[in-house]
């Protein structure tokens, strides 16, 4: 009986979809997947920040908290969308109102996150000296901050039902979540480059002080972290808020044929639901004290696993690479005569 329902409920949406069967199939083992992918790896993110109080600490407390906000969308916000998406039954309007509001207030959380991470980053490249005196006291006020207003923001979404202001609160998410954000980070990454190139890299060159090298090469891995993780936010993020733009002010332009609105709102949902699994893997790639402490981490719960010799593998191979680098090059003796 239960087997008959759910073949009828498959049917029902696949005609109300335009869609196959198959197609369904496809959309819910993809989606359960990438649910997993976004739990486990920014839960990941938070137990190594557990395990190692350096990275609850200036720069490290920022990405840990992003990581946060991406686990919310995959425990929270996208069960909930694949409930919405691939069943025929209506979602309970109030169900439906909290899923928006927490998907809003989980989206702009990240975003903030970035745009605060890119301004600290500048701060570090270009006052160095007088970042490293910075306490923990401002770090928390900028979460704080980023958490709360993003709160705010998402919470004016009933109201804009309420008062009919959809066109309003569209143009209001886009700008504070997508355009300001952008020339933001853009800015900031852009002098950061400049300063990198004219600055600290020939500075670094003729220092002979270790610890120096030491710290201006960690400046600028992180750097590099945040301009990565920036980059691929808004490749994922630009599709979205296109089609909010273009659905709210020309609605019947996303349904030129049946299903191509469903199958729209899905890759672009994919897109930036995507984009919550892509920090921890840039994170452990690209940053060393995250990929020691995920190497820690593994080790201590399931010594015998493939992927911590995977990542121990990659972590000699970065500090052999990272030797080399550093060494200096022989000195050329002349040509080399043989003779027989």
Known sequence: MSNNSTNVSSSVLALKQG????ELNVFLVFSVFLVGVVI??????????????????STYSIFVSLAVSDFLVGAVS?????????????????????????????????????????????????????????????YRNTLAAVWIFAAF????????KTFNWIAIYTILVFSLGFFIPLVIISTMYIKIFRIST???????????????KRHLRKEHQLARTGALVTGLFFITWIPFFTVSLVGTFCHLCLMPIPGFDWKLTAFVKFMHYGNSAMNTCIYAFLNTEMRRTFVRLFSSLTPKICPVRLLHFIERTR?????????????RLGPVIFAN
């Open 153 to 160: 923001i998402a919470g004016l979404y009933p109201l804009q």
């Open 40 to 57: 486990f790896n920014n839960l990941l993110v938070i137990l190594a920040a557990y395990s190692n109080p350096r990275l609850r600490r």
């Open 319 to 331: 500090r052999w690479r990272d030797i080399r680098k550093h060494m200096k090059p022989p000195q």
């Open 198 to 212: 004219k600055i600290i890299a020939p500075l670094e060159r003729r220092t002979s002080k270790e610890d120096l």
């Open 19 to 22: 869609l196959t069967r198959t």
């Open 78 to 138: 996208m069960p909930l969308w694949i409930y919405m998406m691939a069943t025929s039954a209506r979602m309970p309007q109030g169900v439906y109102v909290f899923y928006i509001v927490f998907d809003i207030f989980s989206a702009m959380a990240s975003i903030l996150h970035l745009a605060s991470v890119s301004i600290e980053r500048y701060l570090a490249v270009s006052k160095p000296a007088k970042h490293k005196l910075t306490s923990q006291q401002p």
